[in-house]
């Protein structure tokens, strides 16, 4: 029979693992770590299997067994869905998965607010852990002299690893623009 010491235990250790999931998890978002991420969910899990204990001491206290299993049930229940939602991000994170889309649209937005950059000809973007690998490619005037595109790439460059703390490294690649020339090229396409 469950004494009040057991009851007393549960609740304990229900609020010490549930402020150490916090805690943990809190600071895994803050550096974005997916290690913290899941240690964090470690602790998440024990909190659960404390309230399923707290349930089944308080089932045994009232003489009422059984949920003691529905609560273990329960609970594994909620560890597999934490299983599979971290192996889930860990996989992506493997695969070399790119950006959100949100965070594509910002830094291409970033890029064209640079003076020099006529448009964004090509963006992609590289997870790998939890930094960003970045190729831009941007259209400048084609009569620009070298020296001003290589500014113009140089100051994108150090733009994006300012604004943006998680990219760890950018390629800015620039491509020659002439509008009249492009027209000129579309017509003759079509012609």
Not at 37 to 53: N, Q
Not at 90 to 105: L, P
Not at 114 to 123: A, E, I, T, W, Y
Request: proline share 2%.
């Amino acid at each position: 029979m469950p004494t009040i010491i057991a009851l007393v235990a549960a609740a304990v250790s229900i609020v010490v693992k549930e402020g150490m999931f916090w805690y943990t998890y809190l600071a895994a978002k803050k550096v974005n770590s997916s290690a913290l991420k899941a240690d964090a969910w470690h602790h998440r899990s024990d909190s659960l299997s404390s309230i399923g204990s707290l349930i089944g001491v308080i089932g045994g206290l009232c003489g009422v067994k059984i949920l003691d299993s529905i609560a273990c049930i329960v609970i594994c229940l909620f560890i597999l869905m934490a299983a599979i939602r971290i192996f889930i991000d860990a996989i992506k994170k493997m695969t070399d998965e790119s950006c959100d889309e949100k965070t594509e649209e910002e830094i291409k937005n970033f890029i064209s607010s640079f003076d020099g950059v006529l448009r964004v000809d090509s963006l992609m973007t590289r997870l790998f852990g939890n930094r960003i690998y970045i190729i831009a490619e941007i259209a400048c005037d084609a009569d620009l002299p070298l020296i001003e595109a290589h500014a113009i790439a140089e100051a994108v460059h150090s733009g994006i690893e300012n604004k943006f703390p998680a990219v760890k490294h950018v390629t800015v690649h620039v491509n020659p623009f002439n509008e009249t020339r492009e027209d000129e090229a579309n017509e003759n396409l079509y012609n």
